[in-house]
């Protein structure tokens, strides 16, 4: 009785994990990226390495860059002041633009994937193929409950482990002082 129950445990676990493996993440249709530009506040992501030092006011500043790229501008509060990181996006061709690979230093690059994305652009979902990856982004620093309950839905579907998102802080000083 006890082998049985210990299969049966172990197959829980494994059948699971072979459906999410087996179901692709896709991204959204379209994204226009001239209305994608400029400031996104985080609301939540997974925990990430590069990340460590952040304690709130999260930011990605998107801009048009040399030769179709897209500059990235990743802003965060420490403990210390502000940390910085300066990144180029190049669009994957193929997907609308909802796909694209992001380098913040030379010759490595990853997966940014717009998967949700509310139609007036006031939120956006990114990760990554492998699910790895997952931030929430809104316009504002806080985003409205039935505005979040939709990203957090946009995920969800396509199994994204929520139980693993942190919210981030956000205060009203956002900015550094000059």
């Known amino acids: 009785m006890k ?36 400031k996104w ?6 925990p990430m390495f590069f990340q460590r030092k952040c304690i709130a006011d999260a930011t990605a500043d998107y ?15 420490t403990d210390s002041g502000f940390d910085e990181a300066n990144g ?6 193929g997907f609308g633009n909802s796909r ?4 913040f230093f030379w010759p490595f690059k990853g997966d940014y994937w717009v998967l949700g994305l509310d139609p007036d652009y006031r939120w956006a979902v990114v990760g990554s193929p492998n699910r790895k990856y997952l931030w929430v982004l ?3 620093p ?3 409950a039935p505005l979040l309950t939709a990203a957090l839905a946009s995920a969800q ?6 139980t693993q998102l942190r919210y981030t802080v956000q205060t009203a000083a956002t900015e550094p002082a000059q």
Not at 63 to 77: H, M
């Open 157 to 162: 579907a396509q199994s994204f482990d929520l």
């Open 100 to 103: 694209l690979k992001v380098s």
């Open 138 to 140: 809104s316009r504002t």
């Open 142 to 144: 806080q985003l409205p």
């Open 88 to 93: 180029s996006a190049t669009v994957v061709e």
């Open 41 to 46: 506040f985080e609301i939540a992501s997974f």
């Open 63 to 77: 801009g048009p860059g040399p030769n179709g790229a897209v500059t990235v501008l990743n802003r965060c509060r």
């Open 3 to 38: 082998t049985s129950t210990l299969i049966t445990a172990i197959l829980a676990g494994i059948v699971p994990a072979l459906v999410l493996a087996q179901t692709p993440v896709v991204s959204v249709p379209m994204v226009d990226l001239a209305r994608y530009s400029g």
